[in-house]
């Protein structure tokens, strides 16, 4: 399989707080966060599908659901503006507007 795309545990020192705790669905517990973000990643990272997620993620439809839940609730965006102010940095550089960029005709 491919190269695992992960965090170190330094960087998941910071980033493992700022994500809301999960509780179970039904009589299962919840899984750790770390290997759900994890995976993610590697979907931001790769580019790929959902049902393409390697295994050792989890299952991609637990995978995907959890990212909606966090997209709909805000976490990500929450996430953001708490490293940038940890960082001290401007967060409106992080952005790139597309009209700015230019591309052969």
Known sequence: MGERIGVSDE?????GPLLPAERGRGCR??????PYFEG???????????RHLP??????????????RWV???????MLETLA???GRDR?????DSTIVRAHH
Not at 29 to 34: F, I, K, T, Y
Not at 55 to 68: A, I, L, Q, T
């Open 11 to 15: 960087e998941w020192a910071l980033i």
């Open 29 to 34: 517990p919840a899984g750790d966060s770390r």
């Open 40 to 50: 993610m990643m590697s979907i931001a990272r790769t580019g790929s599908q959902w």
């Open 55 to 68: 295994d050792e993620y989890g299952k991609w439809n637990s995978v995907f659901r959890r990212y909606r």
């Open 72 to 78: 709909e609730t805000g976490v990500f965006d929450a």
């Open 85 to 87: 102010e940890m960082a």
């Open 92 to 96: 409106s550089a992080d952005m790139l």
